[in-house]
């Protein structure tokens, strides 16, 4: 199971209680955090989410309401002691405005700073572990900009408990079975794997993708996720607007979710022009079903 | 009279209620900022100042708790469609580290940005206009920092209007006598310029000293100001962790305050080790009387 916390879903500037795009991804234990919009260390605290345990941070692009806490974040690392290595994937340029600050404040990590520099307008492989691997999302905004896609890998067959009751199993035996392989017991007896497992939950796939003009490329990449959180900086009104600055509308986002044909769409990135974020659900409701509103520090589960 | 708004008084990190280094200087409807934490946008905003009133904005050096706002103020400046001249002053590399994020950001303010980059060791006047001065104090810290000294200018005698009472003065005698010239009315009476006015109020001073080891030098830059705010990272129990990385304790700021005289210490820069902020209030009484604590979204009057 994914559990994705909001840590900001605002466009542009932030306010006392509008925070800039950043969300934590929590995959069996570990945190993924995805972008970084001044102020997110203070909003990782009130999510209290432990620093230590974030591992990988994504930075979309270089827009300031997705990185300007970044700098902070990895200071603050510092100060906290850390020692674990940090792994910052993020367009070409962020390494050198990172370590410039770095540099004229005399304040070097501590901990291994890793950058990955991305640059290709191709989707690439950029991370991969045991049971998760992250894929870059090309998106089409004013400058080079990814969204990333989160893919589990195949989970472990499930122990069907009802089927193995009363059987004498050694735990050798539950880990072949969650393997896929069939077992034979001490006194000869021989199970099929099928017979004592159950199928696994299919692996989630999370889809973030900001800042984006309306982009029918996507779809492709995207197709049935479990859950897409697209930007949906305007309504349809101000269409004009959002095709001018490269963004989408809330019916746009919806769009792209249908063709897609994914599980669930999340909407954010919202403009502070419009007051009532109800507005957006209405608006996307005319061409998608499933549909949640983002809101700072609110955790969905997928 | 200066209004000294604290935005953030802690050191290091900033969290949920805790804010990094930030205040605001009113002096005559004019607002000077003075370092610019990461997020001293958000602070602005509770403390209710507008954006536009900022014109100068003075950064003590180039650690991150008091600079790390200053990229996404600028750029929020931009978003809200600022016109007005900004000027920013602080050390040599302020200038490459915004322009360079604002040049892979795509985002060029549209406003004039000028920077005014400060290398020297010895005070400096950096700005001036008809109702006060700023130069610059130098001070001990682990990379090249400065306070900065506000003195307001020598204000109009002001007229004694027990004096004036019943003479036919024009507008013109008035401005005359605000100026300290002597003036003779229509039928040929003669007035000594004190014989009408009193003495203006002694122009104020504000100094603003954070980050310093102890340091003596300082004393004589700030004889006698009317505030003197001064950095107390620690308590005098973690000396020796002050004299490592080149701060103060409460008890040593509190002797500064005393060598120069001051009318009033302001003490801030609060370490997040102590819970209790009094113990800065006990330490500092030893050595010096007239003593206030910052805390975030406090105004002082001077």
């Known amino acids: 199971m994914f559990k994705l916390t909001i840590l900001g879903c605002h466009s542009a500037t932030p306010s006392e209680n509008k925070h800039t795009s950043s969300q934590i991804l929590e995959v069996n234990g570990n945190l993924f955090l995805i972008d970084c919009g ?17 591992k990988h941070i994504f ?32 367009p070409k340029g962020i390494k050198q405005i ?37 894929s870059t999302l090309p998106l089409d905004h ?22 193995t009751k ?15 392989y069939s077992i034979e017991l001490s006194d000869g007896t021989f199970f099929e794997n099928q017979e004592l497992t159950l199928d696994p939950e299919i692996p989630k796939r999370y889809a973030y ?20 959180y697209h930007e949906a900086t305007f309504l349809e009104k101000h269409a004009d607007l959002a095709m001018k600055t490269k963004h989408s509308t ?9 063709a897609a044909n994914v599980k669930a769409l999340l909407l954010g990135h ?12 209405k608006e996307a409701s005319k061409a998608f079903e499933t549909i949640f509103l983002s809101e700072d520090l609110k955790t969905f589960s997928i």
Not at 38 to 54: N, P, S, Y
Not at 168 to 174: C, T
Not at 209 to 228: F, M, Q, R
């Open 209 to 228: 993708c900001s800042d984006t003009a309306y982009n029918e490329d996507l779809i492709s990449l995207i197709k049935g996720v479990d859950l897409l």
């Open 59 to 90: 930075i979309s692009h270089l827009h300031g309401d997705h990185f300007f806490g970044l700098i902070g974040l990895i200071s603050t690392f510092r100060l906290l002691g850390r020692s674990a290595p940090l792994n910052v994937y993020g």
């Open 38 to 54: 001044e102020g997110t260390q203070m909003q990782l605290r009130k999510a209290k989410v432990r620093f230590t345990r974030i």
């Open 166 to 180: 009363g059987l004498d199993l050694e735990s050798f035996h539950y880990s072949k079975l969650q393997k896929g």
């Open 250 to 258: 809330a019916f746009q986002a919806a769009k792209i979710a249908a």
């Open 142 to 163: 004013r400058i080079y900009t990814n969204g990333f896609l989160f893919t589990a890998k195949v989970n472990n067959r499930k122990i069907n408990t009802d089927a």
């Open 98 to 134: 990172v370590t410039l600050q770095l540099k004229m404040s005399n304040s070097w990590t501590d901990y291994p700073l890793n950058f990955h520099e991305l640059s290709s307008p191709k989707s690439e492989l950029i991370y991969e572990d045991d049971s998760i691997s992250v």
């Open 270 to 281: 919202y403009s502070s022009r419009y007051s009532e974020k109800l507005d957006f659900l």
